[in-house]
């Protein structure tokens, strides 16, 4: 379904890149991390305010929260990671903006979960859900992301771990700009949404798609190739 424009998109792609010093990702698109939260061991326990359960703190298991990154300063979060003794990563957040010159991110394989927020434009997102055995077939969702909730698109997300995932600006978006006089448009098509992984982005916990874990997916039967344009980020 076409998109009704203009949609929310404020801020142009130029500026979302500038303001939030977004760099060039490895999956494709621009990203920034903005905030890390970790635990470590705590050999004193924490202030509760009144009238909070005495055993609240058991869910910390003794341990303390620290966080660093742009985001966690503002309430007063550290500048650089912790190099601490027995700090483990629980959580990353990091804005990831598609643009119309970046708009297809490679598919991608994470251990971990990801929460998707938006905040403007529209993306597309394929997900697939591996096999668990011989006998089925892999399942295949697509979804958009998007403020128009009345035709189904969402503005959360919820990617469990263990899914292959890519996200594209929609085809029918990006048919807009073949329109004379597009300039300024060019600079609003795209995608800007938060993404939250629990517990926390690994790099030794992704993995890109390639032909033959396509192929294996389907057993070696045909019904992968529709997915061989997500190898490669455009």
């Not at 009144?50 to 303390?64: E, F, H, V």
């Not at 591996?130 to 128009?148: L, N, Q, Y």
């Not at 771990?161 to 600006?169: H, L």
């Not at 300039?183 to 790099?203: F, M």
Request: with cysteine; net charge negative.
């Amino acid at each position: 379904m076409a998109p009704s424009y203009p949609y929310p998109y404020p801020v142009t792609n130029s500026e979302l890149i500038r303001l939030h010093k977004l760099e060039s990702h490895l999956e494709g698109g621009f990203f920034a991390e903005t905030a890390v939260l970790a635990s470590q061991p705590s050999k004193t326990a924490p202030q509760l305010p009144p009238g909070l359960a005495a055993n609240a703190t058991n869910a910390l298991d003794g341990k303390a929260q620290v966080s660093w990154g742009a985001g966690a300063q503002l309430l007063g979060g550290q500048s650089a990671p912790s190099t601490a003794e027995g700090t483990k990563v629980e959580a990353t957040q990091i804005y990831y903006l598609l643009t119309a010159d970046s708009y297809r991110g490679k598919m991608h394989f994470n251990l971990h979960a990801h929460f998707h927020l938006l905040h403007s434009g529209r993306s597309l997102y394929t997900l697939i859900k591996p096999p668990t055995s011989p006998d089925e077939t892999p399942e295949v969702h697509r979804i958009i992301m998007g403020h128009d909730a009345a035709a189904g698109e969402v503005s959360q997300l919820f990617v469990p771990g263990g899914w292959w995932k890519a996200s594209e600006i929609p085809e029918e978006d990006r048919l807009l700009l073949d329109a004379p006089d597009t300039a300024d448009l060019k600079e609003r098509i795209g995608c800007l949404v938060s993404e939250i992984v629990v517990p926390g982005w690994n790099p030794d916990q992704h993995l890109f798609i390639d032909e033959d874990k396509l192929k294996a997916m389907w057993g070696g039967k045909p019904g992968w190739e529709p997915y061989m344009k997500y190898m490669h980020s455009a």
